[in-house]
């Protein structure tokens, strides 16, 4: 007893009386006999576990199908960035065009004047080049 308290384990309890082959028996093979209390123990911890490994399964079985609805959430977010990402580029060369045509120099412009000792006016289109712009 010094020794199971010492290891730790602590072991008293009735395990029942388990025979081989007792008299009365005809077996074919060796066998283990237990008494019927604890044959019908055993088999209602085994149903107990299996009713319990139930549970578990479906429990399983539903996350899994949780992840998997996330994981097409994932791939669905995915390529609307990836479509998001192709029209910010898009809409970033087109104003970056748009910025080079504005830097150019030339242009073509309207002008409007009045000449006050002919009292004429007149207007006109040309091609104009900018020295300094404000």
């Not at 107990?48 to 994932?74: C, K």
């Not at 150019?104 to 412009?109: A, D, H, K, R």
Request: proline letters at 2%; hydrophobic letters at 45%.
């Amino acid at each position: 007893m010094t020794a199971l308290f010492a290891a730790g384990t602590v072991c008293w309890g009735d395990t029942g009386k388990i025979e081989l082959r007792p008299k009365g028996y005809a077996l074919t093979n060796e066998a283990y006999v237990v008494p019927l209390q604890d044959g019908r123990d055993t088999v209602e911890i085994m149903e107990s576990q299996a009713a319990e490994l139930g549970v578990l399964r479906r429990h399983v079985f539903s996350q899994d199908r949780i992840v998997d609805t996330i994981s097409a959430d994932i791939v669905a977010l995915e390529s609307a960035v990836a479509k998001e990402r192709e029209a910010w580029l898009n809409s970033s060369q087109k104003l970056q065009r748009q910025n080079e045509k504005l830097r150019s120099p030339w242009s073509i412009g309207a002008f409007a004047g009045y000449d006050a000792i002919h009292r004429e006016a007149c207007v006109g289109v040309g091609l104009v080049y900018s020295f300094w712009r404000f």
